[in-house]
């Protein structure tokens, strides 16, 4: 056997020393939490052995809840920590819906009563008005009831797959961890999505072992006229499976099956029918893993939104911009009265299927396929418009939002799904001229930390 000498210079310079375990690691303590954090853990400190405050993230508890943890691991600026013992709960405390709750990594806040949970959201919504530089008082003002789409009401879902000597999992990962879940009860996602995430733990446990594993995550979006479904896998199908995928999607009745590995484009496996889905009674189709607002209730409640604010705003050039396959496109041309809407995107196929659909309809709306990132529509070219719409990806439309500050209609809506960002682009906004005239927080990922803000913005008159 070789024997080999390592110099230890050789790869960094520098002798390596060995690795110090952080002795709070395993250290465990009394707490009572303090507040519910922005990513939905609670929040306290404990007394480390030298005196010292330390911060800690717990899960799964609320504000008043006495418990005893253990530190886990480092987290950012302080460290994750799990629930030892439960000393005494919170009376805002409800019982989890799901029985996977506290493993499953899907929701944060099943364990805060409806009331709470509402002002939670309502809290986060503020806080980013506030952080836009608009001062309490007014932010109270703007800000109107959160529209929370309601249990079993998800369309769309991602599960990731692991087939292995312990079986086969089609769920979510665990918290802070790498392990799926299988989630039977999951109470956020559509029963149609819950049957195919159980029929399709049948099907894996029914195929050879070797091919079952190449699937690493399947995307289900649940059309008007039935599933589509992209499975991710590291290799292609054999014969074999492809005959079982297409007898699986006939007995499942899914609209249509697509297969993907890496990078490489989706391939149809199971064409039954193209999947729709109706903006204004226009079917558009839809492509593999495409874009669709996460919820029914929150797609509804963002275009009423639009809508009302149509009536008042009565605008006749209206750019659509982040325009996916057309959630608002349609409602803008179409509601009420005619209306002529440029809509902008990048996404290829988005702007394909949309075409289709405009071309089909007869719909008074252009199609532009164009990275607003890189080109956003210059102030020069907002000049047309005496609306623009926004809804950006949750990088935001910082690009966008320069050029509107410089020459943007007197009237824009933004439609946002990152507080963050929106928070960065209405600071933009402000700056260039102008006010925030009501904004409404949608909550389409129940019991997550996530949020969706309408705004309806009016440039101030000089
Ligand atoms: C949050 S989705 C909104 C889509 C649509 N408004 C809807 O409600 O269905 C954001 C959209 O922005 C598109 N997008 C992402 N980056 C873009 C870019 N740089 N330029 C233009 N569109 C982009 C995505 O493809 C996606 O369709």
């Known amino acids: 056997m070789k024997h080999h000498h390592r110099n230890p210079r050789a790869r960094g310079g520098r002798k390596r020393q060995p690795s110090r375990r952080d002795p709070l690691i395993g250290f465990e303590a009394p707490v009572t939490i303090e507040q519910v954090g922005a990513r939905g853990d609670g929040i306290a400190h404990v007394a480390a052995p030298d005196g010292k405050a330390v911060l800690v993230y717990v899960d799964c508890v609320l504000p008043g809840d006495e418990v005893r943890v253990a530190l886990r691991q480092k987290r950012g600026d302080g460290y994750g ?83 292995g000597a312990t079986g086969v999992f089609v769920g979510f990962h665990g918290r802070f961890s790498h392990t799926v879940l299988n989630v039977p009860d999951c109470a956020v996602l559509r029963p149609e999505l819950m049957a195919f995430r159980s029929a399709f733990v049948d099907f894996l446990k029914s195929c050879p072992p070797d091919h079952a594993r190449d699937i690493k995550e399947v995307f289900v979006t649940l059309a008007d006229n039935g599933l589509d479904v992209l499975v991710h896998a590291s290799a292609d199908p054999n014969l074999d499976m492809r005959q079982d995928l297409a007898a699986f999607a006939d007995t499942q009745n899914i609209a249509r099956l697509s297969w993907k590995v890496g990078e490489r484009p989706d391939e149809p496996v199971a064409a039954r029918h193209t999947p729709l889905v109706a903006f204004e009674n226009v079917e558009v189709p839809i492509a593999p893993g495409g874009f669709l607002q996460a919820t029914r209730e929150g797609e509804h409640a963002l275009v009423s939104a639009v809508k009302s604010a149509l009536d008042e705003i009565a605008p006749k050039q209206v750019a659509d911009l982040f ?110 001229g102008y006010e925030i005239e009501k904004v409404v927080p949608v909550d389409q990922f129940l019991w997550s930390s996530h949020l969706e803000m309408f705004a309806v913005l009016r440039r101030k008159q000089a």
């Open 323 to 432: 325009c996916g396959v057309g959630s608002f496109t349609f409602a803008l041309a179409l509601s009420g009265k005619r209306r002529s809407v440029t809509a902008v995107e990048s996404d290829p196929r988005a702007v394909e299927l949309l075409q289709y659909a405009v071309g089909q309809s007869g719909s008074p709306i252009k199609v532009v396929k164009r990275d607003l990132f890189r080109q956003p529509l210059t102030a020069t070219e907002l000049a047309a418009f005496d609306l623009v719409v926004f809804d950006p990806p949750r990088a935001g439309a910082l690009a966008q939002c320069e050029e509107l500050a410089v020459g943007g209609p007197e009237w824009v809506l933004a439609v946002s799904c990152n507080p963050a960002t929106f928070t960065r682009d209405m600071r933009v906004l402000r700056n260039g």
């Open 81 to 163: 920590a799990e629930i030892v013992e439960e000393i005494t709960r919170s009376p805002s405390f409800n019982p989890p819906r799901c029985s996977h709750f506290k493993e499953c990594g899907g929701c944060a806040l099943q364990h805060m009563n409806d009331e709470d949970y509402r002002g939670w959201k309502h809290d986060k919504a503020r806080t980013a008005l506030l952080r836009a530089g608009i001062d309490a008082e007014d932010a109270d003002d703007l800000i109107a009831d959160v529209e929370i789409s309601p249990p079993a009401s998800r369309r769309r879902a991602g599960f990731s797959v692991h087939v």
